[in-house]
């Protein structure tokens, strides 16, 4: 599902068998769900989701709460997130079989073939995140997590190498924001540490699977994906993708509302309230100079509450390289969804790979 047009020559099968192999809380839902529209649809249920329905020993009551939860925001369409893979973003890969990493190239025949049920895992784990981290807050904007994970993993979750791990290409800092971390047996807390206890309390049937997963992490902070011994942590199918999410979607929602906001609002208040400007100026946080770029652009282009949203906009994506670059990688992902099609504005703003 990842090379549709043939030319990439990818074959390591790996990928889709630690998926199979995977027994975690997200996985199970995934599973169970898959079963079940099968099963409803009438289709032949895939060997392996079978034998897994089978398997379950826990009640699949609290499963399909999950699948039955109330969607906080728009999904990403199954079809952009395989446009996205089309791309070649090359970099390592790891497989996690056994939780053991596993080091590949991602390119050529060394790089994963990815199946349909691999992709269905993709976009059912990204939209239930999406889902959950809404949940009490101002819900986050699919459409620049869309963008910025196409721009930089093109939903190849597998991806790792020090300059970051998995499909939100996590570091230690954001990490150690959420979860804290201990320093000469001493117990720091995060700035962000509120938004992973906010997910420990929600209410949602969405969070179950990740609530259960990450149920020790503000005790024991989990290992950093800064040491490629931790990488199976942050990038196995299941779990690995689960925490991933979470802490890539928590870290967007705290730069969001803790930094780049306040910033805003202190110089603009009018704009701060803006949704779109508020979200461009969070993906600069994500350029080479972090937050603090972001909040030296507000003062550069001299942001007021006279400055009309759209030009705000134009200008943030005019000044800052990080975002040019997702407009871009956007614009490549465009063009594997609608073929030979004119870009429509809908379509660069992510509009339409939302349903």
């Known amino acids: 599902m990842n090379d549709k047009a043939g030319t990439k020559g990818v074959s390591n099968q790996e990928i889709n068998q630690s998926l199979i192999q995977a027994t975690d809380p997200l996985t199970q839902a995934f599973a169970y769900t898959n079963f079940e529209a099968s099963q409803k649809a009438g289709y032949v249920v895939a060997c392996e989701l079978e034998d897994r329905f089978k398997s379950l020993k826990k009640t699949t009551k609290d499963i399909a709460k999950v699948t039955k939860a109330q969607n906080n925001v728009k999904a990403i369409r199954r079809e952009c997130i395989e446009a996205s893979l089309q791309r070649e973003v090359g970099n390592q890969g790891y497989s996690c079989l056994k939780d053991t990493p596993k080091k590949f190239e ?92 906010t997910l420990m309390k929600s209410q949602n049937p969405a969070c179950k699977p990740f609530r259960d997963i990450m149920k020790d992490d503000l005790v024991n902070p989990p290992p950093r994906p800064g040491s490629p011994k931790n990488y199976c942590t942050w990038v196995s199918p299941g779990k690995g993708v689960a925490r991933n999410l979470i802490y890539s979607l928590g870290y967007y929602v705290h730069v969001r509302d803790s930094i780049v906001k306040p910033a805003l609002a202190a110089r603009a208040g009018r704009l701060a309230a803006n949704q779109d400007v508020l979200n461009y100026l969070t993906l600069v946080a994500y350029g080479p100079q972090g937050p603090a770029e972001a909040k030296s652009l507000i003062r550069k282009l001299r942001l007021s509450n006279t400055t009309p949203p759209g030009d705000a906009v134009s200008k943030i994506i005019k000044n800052n390289s990080y975002v040019r670059q997702t407009e871009v990688k956007m614009n490549e992902l465009l063009d594997q969804y609608k073929p030979g099609v004119p870009h429509t504005p809908a379509d660069k703003k992510g509009d339409t790979c939302l349903k």
């Open 106 to 197: 991602n390119a050529g025949k060394s790089a994963p073939c990815l199946n349909s049920s691999t992709v269905d895992f993709i976009e059912y784990s990204l939209n239930q995140a999406l889902n959950c981290m809404s949940s009490d807050r101002t819900p986050i904007d699919p459409r620049f997590i869309l963008k910025k994970i196409n721009n930089e993993t093109a939903f190849n979750f597998y991806i790792a190498y020090n300059g970051g791990v998995g499909m939100g290409q996590l570091t230690s800092n954001p990490v150690k924001e959420l979860a804290g971390w201990k320093e000469d047996g001493e117990f720091i807390e995060g700035n962000g540490r509120n938004i992973l206890e």
